[in-house]
């Protein structure tokens, strides 16, 4: 049978969160500080294992891609910014 808040069977939340004991300091509270920056450069190096590098045409392709798109926005900015020149010529004289 089931209530509103959970089952019989299985206890709620909240009396499972009551019944376990606060950790004081676990790994972190036991290390020094350069004990510390040790696991935190483990960390680093373990997460950077974890990317996947692009290959040299995938670098190539997606530089190539960024160049001509910043290449057609500064175009775009440029007609703009000519067009509000001559707009402001125009109105002032």
Not at 37 to 42: G, I, N
Not at 53 to 80: A, C, E, H, K
């Amino acid at each position: 049978m089931t209530d509103a808040v959970g089952s019989i069977d299985m206890p709620d939340a909240e009396d499972a969160s009551e019944s376990k004991k606060g950790r004081k300091g676990g790994k972190r509270g036991k290390k020094g500080p350069l004990g510390r920056l040790a696991v935190f450069y483990r960390q680093i190096v373990a997460e950077l294992r974890k990317v996947v590098w692009p290959t040299r045409s995938q670098l190539t392709s997606y530089t190539t891609v960024v160049i001509v798109f910043v290449v057609v926005m500064i175009g775009l900015v440029t007609v703009i910014d000519l067009g509000f020149q001559e707009a402001v010529k125009y109105v002032f004289g």
